[in-house]
Nanobody
Framework: QVQLVESGGGLVQAGGSLRLSCAAS????????MNWFRQAPGKQREWVAT???????TYADSVKARFTISRDNAKNTLDLQMNSLKPEDTAVYYC?????????WGQGTPVTVSS
């Protein structure tokens, strides 16, 4: 069982940047797919970005060209660099990983973007 702990959330003005990080309790080398999701107040959780073990990345249209997902297998971390933030990016951000057929979630880190 892997534990995921997010950090880096906070309050930022529109147009600003934040970098989220997710620390895993064990090696992520064997984890093929890792993701970031987010859940805005009153809305369903939505997918934000994915990175594979081959460093292939995909993004939701709403964040493409503004967000960058990356992973560091040596440090067992997953990051999300968020630039040009908009008020509609306000949400709790969760990292997630699928390992041996089980999806794991972090506890989330809140991001608030003020206009």
């Amino acid at each position: 069982q892997v534990q995921l702990v997010e950090s880096g959330g906070g309050l930022v003005q529109a147009g600003g940047s934040l970098r989220l990080s997710c620390a895993a309790s064990e090696s992520i080398f064997s984890i093929n797919v890792m993701n970031w999701f987010r859940q805005a107040p009153g809305k369903q959780r939505e997918w934000v970005a994915t990175i594979t073990s081959a460093d292939r990345t995909t993004y939701a249209d709403s964040v493409k060209a503004r967000f960058t997902i990356s992973r560091d297998n040596a440090k067992n971390t997953l990051d999300l660099q968020m630039n040009s933030l908009k008020p509609e990016d306000t949400a709790v951000y969760y990292c997630s990983a699928v390992l041996r057929g089980t999806r794991y979630w972090g506890q989330g880190t809140p991001v608030t973007v003020s206009s």
